[in-house]
């Protein structure tokens, strides 16, 4: 997971918020922990209530669609909000904890877990999976794959899993030989140095092959603390946000159709109005029931 949501994304001709001229950053706060980190892409996001309701409506329009087809009587099974919330709650601290800039920030946690995060802060263990009614199983994989060929999320609505990445193209990205960033990446590594670990930038010490080896767990915990440590003493995160709050407006002013269409099919999905297409063109595909990985991200 962690080498996944860390090697981010590479710039494209065809996302105008990846020009190569380095967008002005504003002031510069002092962050020392994930919660004081805001950026203007927040505001285009659902918090947790916002997807806890989504979902549900997810589900609604899936049973509608079984009963539909003739599944009278059973339907996917309903998800209770109390059994979404941790689950939904770990994956929205993600988008601040988790950055293709800065690697993983959690101060408060990496003496505990290291870089295992979400181990400490109680991710609640299975997933509710896409199911459907045992008799019905074609049905409701069809049904499935019809909702999520208009569902802007790609299927991560129903993971909790929302984020910045499933926005128009992709959500904004980044240079990634930002001046600003390679900078701070210079202060950060140089500050590991001086405690004994040799990393080029915070991404890397994560991702380091050797946390696959039995045996390393110390080494891992210390590489981590020494990396907080270095974040916080450099700053590091202060500027990564300020640098990506500025490539965020860049991505917002010119995705601001985009994002108001997007933002209508999340509201479509939400009041139940949205136009799920027939399932027939899906029903051939059906073989298996889908889960949660099976679903497009």
């Known amino acids: 997971m962690v080498g996944v949501l860390l090697s981010g994304c590479t710039p494209t001709a065809d996302n105008p918020s990846t020009a190569s001229s380095e967008p002005p950053i504003g002031p510069v706060s002092t962050i020392t922990s994930p919660d004081q980190i805001v950026r203007p892409i927040d505001a285009y996001l659902p918090g947790e209530q916002q997807i806890i309701g989504l979902t549900l409506a997810y589900y609604g329009l899936a049973n509608d669609c079984l009963r539909a087809h003739g599944a009278e009587g059973v339907a996917v099974p ?14 929205v601290l993600q988008r601040a904890i988790e950055s293709t800039l800065y ?17 400490s802060v109680g991710l609640p263990a299975g997933s509710t999976g896409l ?3 045992p008799d019905h199983m074609d ?4 049904c499935w794959q019809a909702i999520w060929s208009v569902d802007p999320s790609a299927g991560a609505l129903v993971m909790g899993t929302l984020n910045e990445h499933q926005m128009p193209d ?43 080896n039995p045996g390393t767990e110390a080494a891992l915990a210390a590489t981590a603390v020494a990396d907080m440590d270095c974040k916080v003493s450099t700053n590091l995160v202060g500027v990564a946000v300020a640098v990506q709050s500025a490539y965020d407006q860049v ?37 298996q029931a889908p889960s949660p990985s099976d679903s497009p991200s």
């Not at 309903?78 to 994956?91: E, K, L, Q, R, Y």
């Not at 990446?185 to 890397?204: I, L, N, T």
């Not at 995705?255 to 899906?282: C, E, K, Y």
């Open 78 to 91: 309903f998800v209770n909000p109390a059994d979404m919330t941790g689950n939904v709650h770990v994956h």
């Open 103 to 119: 690697g993983i920030f959690d101060p408060d946690e990496v003496a505990l877990s290291g870089y295992d995060w979400k181990e």
């Open 131 to 133: 199911l459907g009614p």
């Open 139 to 142: 049905i409701a994989n069809a």
């Open 170 to 212: 992709g959500g904004p990205v980044i240079n990634p030989q930002d001046s600003r960033m390679l900078a701070a990446y210079e202060q950060w590594s140089a500050c590991m140095k001086e405690k004994g670990f040799v990393y080029s930038d915070p991404r890397s010490a994560p991702l380091d092959p050797q946390w696959k």
């Open 251 to 287: 991505y917002i002013d010119t995705h601001r159709d985009a994002l108001a269409a997007w933002q209508g099919q999340l509201d479509s999905i939400m009041n139940g109005t949205s136009a799920v297409p027939d399932i027939g063109s899906f029903l051939a595909q059906a073989t």
